[in-house]
């Protein structure tokens, strides 16, 4: 999504380079709505050139030969900002068994925005994601169509956040090794305080995967 939206502006602003810096840890709702306002962010930066979003910089200058741009990731950050997120299709959340959210991880994905693993974040990422999915919620009575439309206006975040049994980052790159460079592992997180746990069953992962990482909260549940 910044990629789309550097593109987008640069497409309003011909003839200029854009940077996004500081920090990408944006959710996927602001990241949309930057997005459709991009003309207006353009405006802007005709005239003063920079723009402060949260924590995200974006700056507009003259392209030059030599460009230096850095930016900061914090994969806690970035799963406070998408918490809610893994129940955009809590519709699917089964009532009486257990249900597993699955998120794939591809390099063709996210332009490898999570992939890489560089120095643990991703995988930090996926563990906190997961975390807040599970635990931030569980008292949570906001109305939980705010973020999935299609489920009824008397279901809760509390309701859909004790359905959740467990959510799966597979690693779908069939020979990471080939990369030559870490990849994020696949990893199955387990929920606590699931109204339908799958406890020890979850071990049977292993066989699909010998090397999934399997995390139940169990001595992380406060």
């Not at 050139?49 to 994969?75: C, M, Q």
Request: charged share 25%.
């Amino acid at each position: 999504m910044a990629k789309r939206l550097k593109e987008r502006l640069e497409t309003e602003l011909p003839g200029e380079s854009i940077f996004l810096e500081e920090s990408w840890d944006l959710s996927v709702d602001l990241f949309s709505q930057l997005i459709k306002d991009a003309r207006n962010i353009a405006r802007e930066l005709k005239t003063v050139r920079f723009k402060k979003i949260g924590p995200l910089h974006i700056r507009a200058k003259a392209p030059e030969l030599v460009n230096v741009s850095s930016r900061i990731i914090s994969p806690y950050l970035l799963a406070k900002e998408s918490a809610s997120y893994p129940f955009r299709s809590a519709n699917q959340f089964t009532r009486n068994a257990p249900f597993i959210l699955i998120f794939v991880i591809h390099p063709w994905f996210n332009d490898s925005a999570i992939f890489n693993n560089f120095g643990g974040g991703d995988a930090a990422f996926a563990r906190a994601l997961a975390r807040r999915a599970f635990m931030q919620f569980t008292h949570d009575s906001q109305p939980l169509n705010e973020v999935c439309k299609e489920v009824g206006a008397d279901i809760t975040f509390s309701d859909a956040a004790k359905l959740l049994s467990a959510i799966i980052f597979v690693n779908a790159w069939p020979d990471s090794h080939k990369l030559d460079r870490e990849t994020m592992p696949s990893a199955v997180y387990l929920n606590p305080r699931a109204s339908h746990p799958i406890g020890y069953r979850a071990s049977l992962f292993r066989l699909i995967h010998p090397h999934i990482v399997i995390e139940d909260f169990a001595d992380d549940n406060y």
